[in-house]
């Protein structure tokens, strides 16, 4: 299966549109995890713990 955000695919038919799919997936944190992301929210910046878990729970769902 080929998962493409374009109508057009050149050398291939297209069986059916699907529409846009996103998923958001929240695996098991712990309690280090959310106090650093915790001073993240407090000092700002991103929480590079929780993107990576969130970049594979959508890899996941697609």
Not at 9 to 25: F, P, R
Not at 52 to 60: A, I, R
């Given at each position: ?48 713990s ?13």
């Open positions: 299966m080929i998962v493409t955000t374009t109508d057009i695919i050149q050398g291939a038919e297209i069986q059916s549109y699907l529409g846009i799919v996103t998923a958001e997936v929240v695996y098991g944190t712990n309690a280090l995890r959310d106090f650093f992301a915790g001073i993240r929210d407090i000092i700002g910046g991103r929480t590079g929780y993107e990576e878990v969130f970049l594979k729970g959508q890899g996941h769902a697609l």
